[in-house]
């Protein structure tokens, strides 16, 4: 009789364990699909932000020095489709706007300095970036405007979105990279990257 009732005892217990096993994992499984907190992303950033060497058509150039978080002078290597010299001129990234350097009362906006220090780090002076336009070369203040890729095929302009050191700026025809630009900068915004936590006006 011990034995039967120390047997159905076990046999008790181990159904009670596998209960319990069951309940956390279904309630871990819920969590992560209903539960999670707005802005944790189930997704690694979009293709076009990864690394993938510089694209079929891109022009060389060299960095002279880097003016604000979304403006550099280069130097072309030699006349291509994008830049058709070889003197110094200024670049204007697509698709975002880092805070000016000199702002509306002449003092520099919240982040603009570590704007500016973000892309001195992905094209310092004397690097070489690659160049695709979209459908318009210059802005008005005879500027290209482009799209960057570093050597090692890092998109310039979406990594700037996705640490958070620009906002999005979409201006039409150029929308040829919006998409994957919108996501960075929401991304980084929804996890207070960047000016997205550290500046008051955001």
């Known amino acids: 009789m011990r034995r039967g009732r120390n047997g159905r005892r076990r046999e008790l217990r181990a159904t009670l364990f596998w209960l319990v096993v069951l309940v956390l994992a279904a309630g871990g499984w819920l969590w992560y699909a209903h539960g999670r907190p707005a802005g ?5 950033s979009s293709p076009s932000i ?3 060497g510089p694209p079929a058509g891109a022009q060389p150039v060299r960095v002279d020095f880097v ?5 550099l002078q280069v130097t072309a290597e030699q006349p291509g489709a994008v830049i058709d010299v070889t003197a110094p001129v200024q ?5 975002i706007d880092a805070p000016e350097s000199h702002g509306a009362d002449g003092s520099p906006q919240c982040w603009s300095e570590t704007a500016r220090d973000e892309l001195k780090g992905l094209a310092p002076s004397g690097a070489r970036l690659w160049l695709l336009p979209d459908r318009q070369q210059l802005d008005p203040y005879g500027r290209h405007l482009v799209y960057a890729w570093t050597d090692g095929g890092r998109f ?3 990594e700037l979105a ?3 050191a620009v906002r999005e700026l979409a ?11 919108h996501d960075a900068v929401e991304q980084a915004r929804a996890q207070r990257r960047g ?7 955001r």
């Open 40 to 44: 944790t992303p189930v997704v690694a």
């Open 50 to 52: 990864r690394p993938t």
């Open 171 to 181: 201006i039409r025809p150029n929308l040829a990279h919006q998409a994957d630009l």
């Open 91 to 95: 670049l204007r990234l697509l698709g």
């Open 162 to 164: 996705a640490r958070g």
């Open 195 to 201: 000016l997205w936590g550290s500046c008051v006006d």
């Open 156 to 158: 310039v302009n979406g």
């Open 67 to 71: 003016l604000d978080g979304d403006s």
